[in-house]
């Protein structure tokens, strides 16, 4: 948390992504829709940011000029939801850091979704959603919009639930941004370092590794469909059907286990 101090007083607010309520998250994610399509600047954002976290009514560019200096010179105590990187002409590049774990909108205009770190996410929908992010990446490489907001709304419905299934209407288009990023956030997270599940790191790194004797070609991580038939030929799930409706961290941590095995096994034959 970070302390504000402006007009005689002094006002604690989040320092980044994962200390905010989820109302506070909603009007992030609107800020950075916004932002994206240029309809505000970098420094709107952060002036409008600031002005909701402290509870005004208005931009506090609106207020007394005293207020202003007090609040303009604090300003980089919001570096924490942002990244800056540096463009090719040298410009200055703002982009507000969406990656979280947390499911700060679970509960959304009567959807319901998966809960932190995408508990309650099936296997089966859990390969469904890589497949629908490796075609959004070829849809944004063509520019074709209508098949990314298809894309979208896909995976969301594969996050998401609506509270009367008969009645289940269009994906709203803030809640199907929420569902990407917060998917691609957790599989990030898989692919980049140690998870902790029960106060345990583990690294499932070790699942996409390719060993240096081994001639075949690393998994390319998004290939799942002969894993399903292999756990489910183990048969510690069942059958293929109840391999998809278990819960995908179950069977990450089946198929690290017998990675792990696998190496151990591999260096004690050295």
């Known amino acids: 948390m970070e302390k504000f101090t402006y007009n005689s007083k002094t006002v604690e607010v989040p320092s980044y992504l994962d200390e905010v309520s989820s109302e506070q998250y909603r ?20 002036v409008k940011w600031l002005s909701f976290l402290l509870g005004m009514k208005a931009d506090y560019t609106m207020y007394r000029r005293e207020i202003i200096q007090e609040l ?18 040298g410009e200055r590049i703002v982009t507000p850091i969406l990656k979280t774990g947390r499911n700060l909108m679970q509960d959304f205009g009567g959807w319901h979704g998966v809960g932190d770190m995408l508990n309650g996410l099936t296997f089966g929908n859990f390969c469904d959603c890589l497949d629908l992010l490796q075609q959004s990446r070829q849809a944004a490489a063509e520019k074709d919009d209508p098949a990314i907001n298809e894309i979208f709304q896909d995976i969301t419905l594969k996050l998401y639930r609506y509270k009367d299934p008969e009645k289940t209407p269009a994906v709203p288009a803030l809640l199907a941004i929420h569902a990407v990023n917060l998917f691609s956030a957790v599989w990030e997270m898989v692919l980049s ?17 390719k060993l240096a004797s081994e001639d075949r070609k690393a998994d390319d991580k998004t290939g799942w469909t002969g894993i399903v038939f292999e756990v489910a030929a183990s048969g510690v799930f069942g059958n293929k059907k109840e391999v998809d409706d278990t819960p995908f961290w179950d069977v990450l941590l089946y198929l690290y286990k017998c990675k792990f095995e696998y190496l151990h096994q591999k260096r004690n034959k050295k």
Do not use: C, H, W
């Open 72 to 89: 303009d010179g604090q300003l980089e105590k919001l570096d924490g939801f942002f990244s800056y990187t540096t463009g090719k002409k």
């Open 27 to 46: 009007q992030f994610l609107i800020l950075s829709v916004l932002m994206n399509r240029g309809t505000i600047s970098p420094g709107q954002f952060r």
């Open 193 to 209: 370092g140690p998870v902790y599940i029960g106060g345990e790191a583990i690294d499932f790194r070790i699942l996409f590794q």
